[in-house]
């Protein structure tokens, strides 16, 4: 079920002095952490969301926007497509166990774990919701990265601008997904997998409770 309907003239609230300054431009709203209240605004935009989530994140340890996500993962007319960094994933007890319950294999889910086209690090912070705000910054999904560290994050309310953001995370997570299916074939499993489902193995495994696929 979708959350409360996403209010852009509401915004003012997650300000630290509960308005923008004037002549601010009607399309773009910015906040920077530790002053506003980022997470308050990420947890209310991705409740609202009632058609679709696209993320491409590089640190992803926030448990109360996860429980959201987790939601919408479970909820067959959202669609949510996650495209997350290597390194991150594995690095910290946190955020092996969020990878280990994941509802990856349920309708309209995709999941993906690996590096930029170039093999580097995947170092966007965005999430697009419903094909209209598109959300980017210096921003990790992390309490520290939302509330205590010296961090901007902007929110655009322009459809235009979430399609070409788009574009870029589609060919993104297409690249992780080939590239997971190809480490897969490689250790001679003689198949692709289903989206992740190797490193979800090692999650569940490093003490997650999601059942291997």
């Avoid at 994140?57 to 939601?71: E, H, V």
């Amino acid at each position: 079920m979708p959350g409360q309907p996403f209010s852009w003239e509401g915004l003012d609230k997650f300000k630290r002095d509960g308005r923008f300054i004037a002549h601010y431009p009607p399309n773009v709203k910015t906040f920077y952490s530790p002053d506003d209240d980022v997470h308050g605004l990420l947890q209310t935009l991705l409740a609202s969301a009632e058609q679709s989530i696209v993320l491409n994140m590089f640190g992803y340890d926030d448990t109360d926007l996860d429980a959201i996500i987790k939601s919408k993962l479970k909820d067959e007319h959202v669609f949510v497509q996650m495209s997350l960094d290597r390194s991150q994933s594995k690095s910290g007890k946190t955020e092996r166990q969020i990878l280990a319950a994941w509802d990856n294999d349920y309708f309209g889910n995709s999941i993906a774990i690996g590096t930029s086209s170039k093999h580097a690090i995947s170092h966007l912070k965005m999430v697009i919701v419903d094909g209209i705000y598109t959300v980017k910054g210096s921003t990790n999904w992390s309490l520290s990265g939302e509330q205590k560290q010296d961090n901007e994050l902007t929110v655009c309310n322009s459809a235009v601008v979430a399609a070409e953001a788009r574009a870029v995370l589609d060919r993104n997570h297409d690249f992780m997904l080939k590239q997971m299916a190809a480490e897969a074939a490689a250790a001679g499993d003689g198949k692709a997998p289903k989206t992740a489902g190797k490193r979800f193995m090692r999650a569940a495994e490093a003490g997650g409770q999601r059942r291997a696929v």
